[in-house]
């Protein structure tokens, strides 16, 4: 190392420190507080300097914002920590459970500051026990914290499921986990989650609040911080959950957590047969092409089979009221989809699962005499058919053979009107000959359906679907209706623009006709049924925003008013608004609607409409001015929404997500438009990083495509069509190669060889990438192994890595498992993980790398500079390369500030031992410049592309 090096590492170093310890130049008149913390993995962590960190590190900081405490930690076990405490030598400690035992001796805080549950843990490996199958654990040798409070919880809990184990104590937690780990017991019981990859959770239990507490007496300090806790929990509602999120992780991915009684089951399982009704376009049919199951429904059942394992056989039935259930032959075990409102209750006494879909329903009528009895046309045997029964008693209801002749004798003046389901409707007002029929969103009527199970099944078939169920998300839901009702219906987008006629404007133009079969309604307190119905048809109970069909009415009113000025529908709701509903219930869900809609209510000027569709989802028609202007609308209406929910409502970081659809000139049905719309705002849910994305025909191609890839993934996998090609780095002094870096590719067997980027965020977005990345890493030691064993000279490979193999404790030993299968030095094998993921989870990637340092992998910190880069990061980092990214290597040849950078930064990481690789080197001069400026390791094209494995075979 050099002088100038040096002195320039020990300035950065000083910086650091300066920077890190500023805070204990902070005026000394605080009061400093005595802390016991002991350490607990998540809740309390100690690093090996000492330093502290955690779930109660952070409250006990962010309590210190409002006394202007400092701290002086002590660090030592429970007991010691609560001895001290006892004795005076300190003033607080928190992640205390409340006993009686506890409360005598010390002032226990009144707000808890969370809540733990007790884990019982095995080691990763022993096969006798799984995840909740309680009885498995009859017998088990528990090992216990001595004088733990966690023995009364672990006895009930035993006596609640009525097994019996022997415990044995240990003095602390280390101790423990040596007496599981040497065979002496074959559990452990504590009070905190581990993220341990060599033992795992086979039960929680007895979750409790805990609390922080100060020595007896000691009452100013502890109430000081019960008025603290109080103002966090109602100014900050959200700051326990997301400490939660940061230190106790789930696991990321979506699949459901079965028992081992629920495993058993998926294994040994025949096929099921699944019943579903044909004719049900677009929710359930059958292709006429393929004579397969098709449709939403179809869809989601396909989607509950491949995430639990279940095999389904799809049987088409006529009818819904005698099927066969569960009878000697063709056995009918489920049922496609049953609404949770069914009525009369489905066949056998079926039980169902939670609901997967829900519909909302449509009323089609015609104009109509107001003083005409009405006569509603319904498909005979539906379950929309017994709703609309219960709902309007009034109703004479005939039955109809199919939805079609419903439609006719609406049309033809037999009946008044139909109900039928929102997709239904829509495709039924495309055909001309409806153009004089009105359609009204009837919002508080919907079908929920779920899947129906025979009960002669067995009771665990509920409990594995329920659990598959509940993985899909919303959004998944949404993309298969957008799908089989846009995509599939217009199989290319020009034709969709071209044949849609003008459909929805008409339903819209007729609400006069509505507001006389409003006024016709044959009651006896016409008046207030009237009004009734049309404050339900224009007006949204909830929120007051207009109804989706009011907004729809008005909406192509206005448009018909200002006649060529440019507008742009906007589609938008809250990102993961299901979480609010969830965290802190729906009443502060609704609030949040409510603010939502008084802030769209403030922004539209008169000439602009703005309506609620259905939960989260508003729409508005404004002005247009141009992409950009859009932009910054959208993004200051977000910023006031999300004002305005904090100030309101404590909630912080309320993000809004929207697409946008302007109007084309030659666009006749508003209601296209809004689609298009809606398929944007789709995209920006669906990508965390844009929250709003403008239509283009070029998106509705990308999401054709996405989903053909999506459904073919995994049998590309069995089939081999994923393959691995190799790009050298070369020393550019010597021209010789020093190792190379694996890169999938895809030989689709319909679309040719596709490159990373066409799939590689689908395959993150449905973790199908935790499997592709391995088999990438196991095709490179295979490749490896044979290059050893022809004796062609070895260099290290790398393979990228996504980021969620971070939440997977045994990665690590995973990749170990598999290098030592092939027989491959690890040196050989090295490990990219991109710098946006050391970003984001520092933590959690600290420990993976330090892991795979021990185990001897090489490890690039992958795509540097192509972010917000810190060196302070890389420097709390293990890892032995830096990447490059070739956004910043590009950038040294035009700008001189740029090459100034570099070679510091390379001066810099040369100082700290770390080899640097430059990417994207595409010319001659370019490498001689980056070797001028210190880069010595280049991976571009100039030398070489990627090659298949058996050129990169010949050339190295
Ligand atoms: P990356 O890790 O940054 O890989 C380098 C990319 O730069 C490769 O693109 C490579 O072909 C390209 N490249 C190399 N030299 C040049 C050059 O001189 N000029 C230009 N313009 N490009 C160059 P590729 O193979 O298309 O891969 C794209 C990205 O896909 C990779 O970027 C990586 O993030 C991801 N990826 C590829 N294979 C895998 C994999 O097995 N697992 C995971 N998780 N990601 C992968
Ligand atoms: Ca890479
Ligand atoms: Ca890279």
Redesign the pocket.
């Known amino acids: 190392m050099n002088g100038y090096c040096k002195s320039s590492l020990a300035l950065l170093l000083l910086l650091c420190f300066l920077l890190c310890s500023f805070p204990a130049f902070a005026d000394d008149s605080s009061q400093v507080v005595r802390v016991g913390f002991y350490p607990l993995a998540g809740l309390q962590n100690v690093d090996e300097n000492g330093q502290p960190s955690g779930y109660l590190y952070d409250y006990l900081m962010e309590i210190a914002q409002y006394t202007d405490w400092k701290y002086d930690f002590y660090i030592g076990g429970l007991e010691e920590c609560l001895q001290m405490l006892e004795k005076g030598e300190l003033d607080l400690m928190g992640g205390i459970r409340r006993t009686t035992a506890r409360m005598k001796l010390f002032e226990f805080s009144n707000y808890d500051c969370g809540q733990m549950d007790i884990n019982l843990y095995i080691k990763s490996n022993d096969e006798r026990y799984a995840y909740d199958d309680t009885a498995a654990l009859h017998g088990m040798r528990v090992g216990i914290e001595r004088g733990s409070a966690l023995m009364t919880d672990l006895m009930h809990y035993c006596q609640l499921n009525s097994i019996s184990v022997s415990t044995a104590e240990y003095d602390s937690q280390d101790a423990l986990f040596t007496a599981l780990c040497s065979g002496e017991v074959d559990g452990v019981c504590v009070s905190s989650s581990i993220d341990d990859s060599r033992i795992r959770c086979v039960a929680a239990f007895a979750p409790r609040a805990f609390y922080f507490i100060s020595p007896k007496g000691c009452t100013d300090l502890i109430r000081q911080v019960d008025k603290v806790l109080e103002t966090i929990k109602i100014s900050k509602p959200t700051f326990e959950q997301a400490l939660r999120t940061k230190h106790f992780p789930a696991i990321p991915g979506n699949s459901p957590m079965f028992t081992r009684a629920e495993l058993d089951y998926i294994a040994t399982a025949d096929t099921l047969n699944v019943a579903y009704m044909d004719g049900g376009y677009p929710l359930e049919y059958t292709d006429e092409n393929t004579g397969d199951f098709a449709g939403v429904h179809a869809e989601i059942l396909e989607q509950v089979s491949s995430l639990s394992g279940l095999r389904f056989n799809y049987i088409p039935v006529p009818n819904r009221t005698d099927i066969p259930m569960e009878q000697d032959e063709q056995t009918i075990s489920l049922l496609a989809s049953v609404p949770d409102n069914a009525n009369p209750t489905p066949p056998n006494g079926l039980r169902l699962t939670q609901s997967y879909l829900t519909i909302p329903l449509v009323m089609i009528a015609r104009n109509m005499h107001p003083d005409e009895q009405i006569k509603v046309a319904m498909p005979r045997d539906t379950y929309i058919l017994h709703l609309i029964q219960d709902t309007f008693p009034d109703y004479a209801i005939e039955g109809y053979d199919t939805s079609d002749a419903c439609v006719a004798a609406v049309r033809s003046g037999k009946a008044t009107a139909t109900f039928l389901s929102e997709y239904l409707a829509r495709e039924h007002l495309q055909d001309s000959r409806n153009a004089s029929l009105t359609a009204t969103a009837m919002n508080s009527l919907t079908l929920n359906y779920c899947i129906g199970v025979s009960t002669k099944a067995d009771p665990l078939l509920v409990s594995i679907l329920d659990k598959t169920l509940s993985c899909i998300d919303d959004a998944e839901v949404q993309d298969y209706l957008i799908a089989n009702t846009l995509i599939h219906r217009h199989e290319n987008l020009v034709d969709l623009f071209i044949r849609n006629p003008a459909l929805w404007s008409m339903i819209l133009v007729a609400s006069v006709a509505v507001l006389f079969l409003l006024t016709s309604i044959n009651t006896l307190n016409k008046n207030r049924h009237a009004k009734e119905l049309y404050r339900i048809a224009n007006i949204d109970a909830l929120t007051g925003a207009p109804s989706a069909y009011c907004f729809h009415r008005e909406a192509s009113q206005l448009l018909r008013t200002v006649g060529g000025i440019p507008y742009v529908f906007l589609y938008m709701n809250i990102r993961k608004f299901k979480d609010i509903n969830s965290l802190y219930g729906y009443s502060l869900g609704d609030d949040v609607l409510r603010c939502l809609n008084n802030t769209l209510h403030d922004v539209c000027d008169e000439n602009e409409r703005y309506g609620r569709i259905y939960a989260d989802r508003f729409v508005l028609l404004l002005k247009y001015t141009g992409e950009k202007e859009l932009f910054e609308r959208f993004n200051q209406l977000n910023r006031r929404v999300a004002d305005a929910c904090h100030t309101q409502h404590g909630l912080a970081n309320l993000c809004l997500v929207g697409g946008a659809a302007p109007i084309l000139d030659d666009d006749k049905d508003i209601h296209a438009v809004i689609d298009r719309a809606n398929y944007a705002c789709q995209q920006a849910e669906a990508d965390s990083r844009q929250d709003f994305v403008m239509f283009s025909n070029t998106l509705a191609f990308k999401i054709s495509l996405q989903r053909t890839l999506e459904k073919d993934m995994a049998g590309a996998l069995e089939a081999g069509e994923f393959l691995v090609?190799y790009?050298p780095k070369i020393n550019s002094d010597s021209d010789q190669i020093t190792g190379a870096?694996?890169?999938?590719r895809w030989q689709h067997s319909a679309l040719g060889l596709l490159?990373?980027?066409e799939f590689?965020s689908l395959f993150e977005k449905n973790a199908f990438?935790l499997k592709?990345?391995l088999y990438?890493f196991e095709q490179v030691c295979a490749y490896q192994a044979n290059r050893q064993q022809r004796g062609k000279p070895l260099y290290p490979i790398s393979?990228?890595?996504?980021r969620l193999h971070l939440a997977n404790p045994a990665f690590v030993e995973t990749l170990e498992a598999l290098a030592d299968r092939y027989n491959v030095a690890h040196s050989l094998l090295e490990v990219?993980i991109?710098e946006t993921v050391a970003m984001e989870d520092t933590e959690r990637a600290q420990v993976l790398l330090f892991k795979l340092a021990e185990a001897g992998f090489p490890i690039s910190i992958?795509?540097f500079g192509s972010g917000y880069s810190s060196l302070g990061l890389l420097s709390e980092l293990d890892f032995d390369i830096v990447k490059i990214?070739?956004s910043l290597t590009m950038g040294v040849f035009t700008s001189p500030n740029r090459a100034i950078l570099l070679s510091g930064l390379v001066r810099i990481l040369n100082a700290m031992d770390k080899r640097v690789v430059c990417?994207?080197?595409?010319t001659k001069e370019q490498m001689e410049q980056l070797r001028s400026l210190g880069c010595r390791i280049i991976?571009?094209?100039?030398y070489s592309?990627?090659l298949p494995d058996k050129d990169f075979d010949q050339k190295y």
């Open positions: 090609y790009q870096e694996a890169l999938i490159p990373p980027i590689i990438i592709t990345d990438v393979c990228n890595f996504s990219e991109t992958d795509d990214d070739r990417e994207g080197v595409e991976q571009g094209y100039y592309r990627p």
